[in-house]
């Protein structure tokens, strides 16, 4: 429904309360507007009909989607004052606790948990999509020995696109599962790859007996074909809890990457690997990283008032605190530090969780950090834990693209199912120079006017 002019600037009241209407007065022209509100938003493009004049209209302006909502989505609700994270409606806790990975997976592209026959399907389909093209190790084998994991991930990402050219179909609902399954069953083969390469040790490739996350310790662990490797129990369960909790995040930055290159109507692999892409900062999956860094440095706990004293004085800052959505603590926190103790059961305590429980301690009963509402996220203990497990620093952006992977499929499928979503094409403010024009001997340049070539209509693409 457009907005519409109306004179009262105060929305009239109904039976039941106020009415779904924003009342907005442009005082540069004295109109007013009752633009409609539905699910607690308002169209942007109901602001365009706002005009002082001969001017386009009223954008919003804002930078980095702080209060924009890019699409209506059914798959993951966060409320980030009161600490909560639901996908598809169910809490992340009760799903970290009685559900597989893969079960979740399921849930987030499909809309519901799998019926028995159906999970049995979707783990046959899953388990037996594994195995990499022999081409695709050879592609793999083309990047330097220090290559880093996560710009292999990229790249490879990308490269199986070419491999399932079948993929470009996107409107055939057949195709679009088809690729999903295969993207979830081939990135942890994909990541395992990335690490034996980096290490300079040969491929091994999966297991169809073993598990989704025995069958990744597998590949990233055991020595060769010809020795026995079987992964401890324990840390394949606590991989597949914490492979749960980072399934999906709303539109977060890798997301909507994935949203936006999927609405070009790239293949999926393209489109996630550009999501891989974004995973690739240091401001979204290599922060884990970075927690691990600090507290490598601080090095024990008696060093933790030296470091809470530096970020009070700016003079660094204090990472895995803090959220963009989470004002409160984060829900996937709260989880890890519990599967934490399960890992060290099993792998001997790592010193850092003393450093880290201390740090949390100190800052949670601070004022200064209780007024900026910081508390530890995610990357807070996920990186102690995969330290823990053995995996080097710069396999954390890769550990984190596995699990992410269904997400971004779950975001991409349902953009493509959106009639209202189009090609993504954000609008700038303009704040360059005016028009302007050339000096040619001291004259400015003649000005072309514009042709009057007559041309048979047709439907224009859609501008970039």
Same mark, same amino acid.
């Not at 429904?1 to 009241?13: F, I, L, R």
């Not at 996350?213 to 020595?223: G, H, I, K, V």
């Given at each position: 429904m457009p907005a519409s002019k109306t004179k009262p600037a105060v929305p009239e009241p109904t039976a039941t309360g106020p009415s779904n209407f924003l009342s907005v007065t442009d005082e540069r022209t004295g109109t007013s507007y009752r633009i409609p509100i539905q699910d607690g938003s308002i169209r942007a493009t109901d602001l365009h009909q706002m005009r002082a004049g001969s001017d386009y209209g009223l954008l919003s302006y804002d930078p980095s989607f702080a209060n924009t909502a890019s699409c209506r989505s059914a798959i993951t609700f966060i409320d980030g004052d009161r600490g909560i994270l639901r996908y598809r409606g169910y809490p992340i806790e009760e799903l970290a606790a009685s559900k597989s990975y893969l079960e979740v997976a399921y849930l987030l592209i499909h809309g519901n948990l799998p019926s028995k026959s159906q999970l049995s399907e979707w783990l046959h389909n899953i388990t037996f999509h594994t195995m990499l093209h022999e081409n695709v190790q050879k592609f793999m084998d083309g990047f330097h020995h220090d290559a880093h994991p996560m710009g292999m991930m990229v790249s490879t990402l990308a490269a199986l696109s070419t491999f399932y050219p079948d993929a470009k179909n996107i409107t055939d609902e057949h195709v679009r599962y088809q690729q999903a399954y295969r993207l #979830?069953?081939?990135v942890p083969t994909v990541a395992a790859f990335a690490h034996r390469h980096s290490?300079?040790?040969? @491929?091994?490739?999966? %297991?169809? *007996?073993? %598990? @989704?996350?025995?069958?990744?310790?597998a590949m990233m662990y055991r020595p060769s074909w010809t020795t026995q490797y079987t992964p401890d129990p324990v840390l394949a369960k606590a991989l597949d809890t914490l492979f749960v909790l980072h399934a999906d995040h709303e539109q977060n930055c890798s997301s909507n990457?994935?949203?936006?290159?999927? %609405? %070009?109507?790239? *293949?999926?692999?393209s489109s996630a690997a550009a999501a891989a892409a974004a995973l690739y900062g240091p401001l979204h999956g290599g922060a884990n990283e970075q927690v691990v860094r600090m507290l490598q440095e601080v090095g024990s706990k008696e060093r933790v008032p030296q470091l809470i004293r530096q970020v009070k004085e700016g003079k660094r800052l204090?990472?895995?605190?803090?959220?963009? #959505? @989470?004002?409160n603590y984060d829900p996937r926190a709260r989880l890890i530090q519990q599967t934490?103790?399960?890992?060290?059961a099993v792998t001997g305590r790592n010193p850092l969780i003393d450093v880290a429980l201390a740090l949390e301690n100190v800052a949670l009963s601070d004022e200064y950090f209780i007024q900026r509402r910081l508390y530890p996220n995610v990357d807070f203990y996920s990186g102690i834990i995969y330290q823990a497990m053995g995996f080097p620093t710069d396999m954390f952006p890769v550990l984190f693209a596995i699990p992410r992977m269904a997400g971004w499929l779950a975001q991409w499928i349902e953009m493509i199912q959106d009639p209202?979503?189009? #090609?993504?094409?954000?609008?700038?403010? @303009? #704040?360059?120079?005016?028009?302007?024009h050339l000096e040619i001997s001291g004259a400015k340049a003649p000005v072309r006017k514009p042709s009057r070539t007559v041309v048979a209509k047709r439907r224009a693409p859609e501008p970039s």
């Amino acid at each position: 429904m457009p907005a519409s002019k109306t004179k009262p600037a105060v929305p009239e009241p109904t039976a039941t309360g106020p009415s779904n209407f924003l009342s907005v007065t442009d005082e540069r022209t004295g109109t007013s507007y009752r633009i409609p509100i539905q699910d607690g938003s308002i169209r942007a493009t109901d602001l365009h009909q706002m005009r002082a004049g001969s001017d386009y209209g009223l954008l919003s302006y804002d930078p980095s989607f702080a209060n924009t909502a890019s699409c209506r989505s059914a798959i993951t609700f966060i409320d980030g004052d009161r600490g909560i994270l639901r996908y598809r409606g169910y809490p992340i806790e009760e799903l970290a606790a009685s559900k597989s990975y893969l079960e979740v997976a399921y849930l987030l592209i499909h809309g519901n948990l799998p019926s028995k026959s159906q999970l049995s399907e979707w783990l046959h389909n899953i388990t037996f999509h594994t195995m990499l093209h022999e081409n695709v190790q050879k592609f793999m084998d083309g990047f330097h020995h220090d290559a880093h994991p996560m710009g292999m991930m990229v790249s490879t990402l990308a490269a199986l696109s070419t491999f399932y050219p079948d993929a470009k179909n996107i409107t055939d609902e057949h195709v679009r599962y088809q690729q999903a399954y295969r993207l #979830i069953a081939k990135v942890p083969t994909v990541a395992a790859f990335a690490h034996r390469h980096s290490v300079g040790m040969p @491929y091994i490739h999966p %297991s169809n *007996d073993l %598990s @989704y996350t025995e069958n990744f310790l597998a590949m990233m662990y055991r020595p060769s074909w010809t020795t026995q490797y079987t992964p401890d129990p324990v840390l394949a369960k606590a991989l597949d809890t914490l492979f749960v909790l980072h399934a999906d995040h709303e539109q977060n930055c890798s997301s909507n990457a994935m949203r936006a290159v999927g %609405s %070009s109507h790239a *293949d999926p692999y393209s489109s996630a690997a550009a999501a891989a892409a974004a995973l690739y900062g240091p401001l979204h999956g290599g922060a884990n990283e970075q927690v691990v860094r600090m507290l490598q440095e601080v090095g024990s706990k008696e060093r933790v008032p030296q470091l809470i004293r530096q970020v009070k004085e700016g003079k660094r800052l204090l990472m895995g605190f803090g959220h963009r #959505i @989470y004002k409160n603590y984060d829900p996937r926190a709260r989880l890890i530090q519990q599967t934490a103790e399960e890992v060290f059961a099993v792998t001997g305590r790592n010193p850092l969780i003393d450093v880290a429980l201390a740090l949390e301690n100190v800052a949670l009963s601070d004022e200064y950090f209780i007024q900026r509402r910081l508390y530890p996220n995610v990357d807070f203990y996920s990186g102690i834990i995969y330290q823990a497990m053995g995996f080097p620093t710069d396999m954390f952006p890769v550990l984190f693209a596995i699990p992410r992977m269904a997400g971004w499929l779950a975001q991409w499928i349902e953009m493509i199912q959106d009639p209202e979503q189009k #090609i993504a094409r954000p609008r700038q403010v @303009y #704040i360059g120079p005016p028009e302007r024009h050339l000096e040619i001997s001291g004259a400015k340049a003649p000005v072309r006017k514009p042709s009057r070539t007559v041309v048979a209509k047709r439907r224009a693409p859609e501008p970039s």
